[in-house]
């Protein structure tokens, strides 16, 4: 399922955030979009799950405008969301949360077991921890459930939002290796990430935002040794 930013235009208020951002994940493709603080990667992500409305430009997935859909809607077409933060329900157990993300789809409802053996293959320690309230979990092990959960619904594509902020280097390398194994089954990911070098490594595809503009795009390869990339983001 391809997913087709053209020409985004967001903000908050009377604030400008996004002007003409284009960004494109073919079917089962990995894109990253790095960029510092504040030029905007979240607002676009925010957009095409429709958290925000657009102000101008185009957002299709599979061929559908998503631009007046809701977010429940936009879910029940494939589109995961891993937010920034993980927004997980703390009073609620490990699997009370996976499960929430299997009921946006009724398709998902009913595969939700054979999807929860799969989640649990990937992180076995939710699996360990299923009973357990997931305001309890250590910051690494919320991550999973927030990943686990988004699969949950069965993505074609889904939008994965600063997933290593606050995690150890090695909790950071099983957060990827999972992202890397969804991808492999054939799930589009477009990845916003703090972890510049990783995030090339993954992509096939990668997209520079400075300011709420793209100012960069080539492949990940190509973006690691672009001399002005690795001043700005890899410190080299």
Not at 36 to 60: D, E, F, M, Q, Y
Request: proline share 3%; no cysteine; hydrophobic share 40%.
């Amino acid at each position: 399922m391809r997913l087709e930013i053209e020409n985004l235009q967001a903000g908050y208020g009377k604030a400008q955030v996004l002007w003409d951002v284009t960004v494109t994940v073919e079917e089962g493709e990995f894109v990253a979009v790095i960029g510092a603080n504040g030029a905007g990667k979240t607002t676009t992500l925010r957009a095409v799950s429709g958290l925000i409305r657009p102000r101008g430009g185009s957002i299709r997935l599979g061929g559908v405008d998503l631009r007046s859909l809701s977010g429940g809607q936009i879910v029940r077409l494939g589109l995961g969301h891993v937010p920034e933060g993980r927004q997980l329900f703390s009073g609620m157990t490990v699997l009370e949360n996976l499960e929430l993300g299997a009921q946006v789809r009724e398709e998902a409802w009913k595969a939700r077991h054979s999807t929860l053996r799969e989640v649990y293959t990937l992180f076995p320690r939710l699996e360990e921890r299923a009973a357990q309230k997931a305001g309890t979990l250590s910051g690494g092990e919320q991550q999973m459930v927030a990943v686990g959960r988004a699969l949950m619904g069965l993505p074609r594509v889904m939008l994965v939002d600063e997933p290593s902020l606050g995690l150890s280097p090695l909790m950071t390398s099983v957060l990827f290796g999972a992202l890397s194994a969804v991808h492999r089954r054939g799930v589009g990911v477009l990845l916003v990430e703090q972890n510049v070098r990783r995030s090339l490594q993954l992509a096939s595809r990668a997209y520079v935002l400075e300011n709420g503009r793209v100012v960069r795009e080539g492949s990940g390869g190509a973006l690691l040794e672009d001399p002005q990339v690795r001043e700005a983001y890899l410190a080299m």
